[in-house]
């Protein structure tokens, strides 16, 4: 079965700076691949999502990157801000079947 | 309405009560899930319907019993619940193709479950 794994699993930011979170997964039939920020004691929310027909996406500071060649997606925050910390997971959804296989979790830290 | 409603929000039980937790979505989405989701950890697939019918049970015990009423309503009954069963249940809906996979995948607040 799928299985996703996402680094790092902690990641502290100066205020104003870009964020890298890398995420590998291992079915290559996988075709969606979102990303979640789960702030303390609430839901997770999807922040931005992608397909495997597609490359990049960009959606102002957050920008998600698929190459499917080597089974790695990466989550882009630029200019960061505090609001900006939470825990983010990325996930995967195998081809014709209706999972959503998640990531370990990055805990994003942005200090003022 | 883009939302996906979890009652309660809290609840504490006892290892002998009976108990149901409640979801409610009215987005058209015809994938409903429920995640259980301890602190510090990724959300964790129990069950899956699409359709109104159950197509997904990640082995989950047969204490947790999930059911469909219809298209818009979910519900995952409690029975006989241990300590460590304590946790974060997530109710979750999408629109979900084959070839495209997910749309829209919206997960509710969640209630927040204690077994005492």
């Known amino acids: 079965g799928e299985n996703v794994e996402q680094h790092p699993s902690t990641l502290s930011v100066q205020e104003g700076d870009s964020a890298v979170i890398k995420c590998t997964y291992s079915d290559s039939a996988s075709n969606y691949f979102p990303w979640y920020k789960q702030e303390l004691g609430k839901r997770p929310q999807l922040i931005i999502d992608?397909?495997?027909?597609?490359g990049e996406k960009k959606d102002q500071r957050i920008a998600v990157t698929l190459n499917k060649t080597a089974k790695h997606f990466s989550l882009h925050i630029t200019e960061t801000q505090p609001e900006d910390s939470a825990v983010y997971f990325c996930?995967?959804?195998?081809?014709?079947?209706?999972?959503?296989?998640f990531g370990t979790g990055t805990r994003l830290q942005v200090f003022p | 309405d883009t939302e996906v409603t979890q009652t309660p929000k809290h609840l504490v039980m006892g290892m002998t009560n009976k108990k149901s937790l409640k979801c409610e979505q009215h987005?058209?989405?015809?994938?409903m899930y429920w995640y259980k989701q301890k602190a510090k950890k990724p959300p964790e697939l129990m069950f899956v319907?699409?359709?109104?019918?159950?197509?997904i049970n990640e082995s989950v015990p047969s204490r947790f019993s999930p059911e469909c009423p219809n298209s818009s309503l979910l519900n995952l009954h409690l029975h006989a619940l241990q300590p460590e069963d304590s946790a974060l249940y997530l109710c979750?809906?999408?629109?979900?193709?084959?070839?495209?996979?997910?749309?829209?995948?919206?997960f509710g607040s969640g209630t927040r479950l204690t077994v005492v």
């Open positions: 996930a995967a959804s195998p081809y014709n079947t209706d999972k959503l296989i």
């Open positions: 319907y699409s359709y109104e019918k159950l197509s």
């Open positions: 979750a809906s999408s629109q979900w193709y084959r070839a495209g996979g997910h749309y829209g995948y919206t």
């Open positions: 992608i397909r495997s027909n597609v």
């Open positions: 987005m058209g989405h015809r994938a």
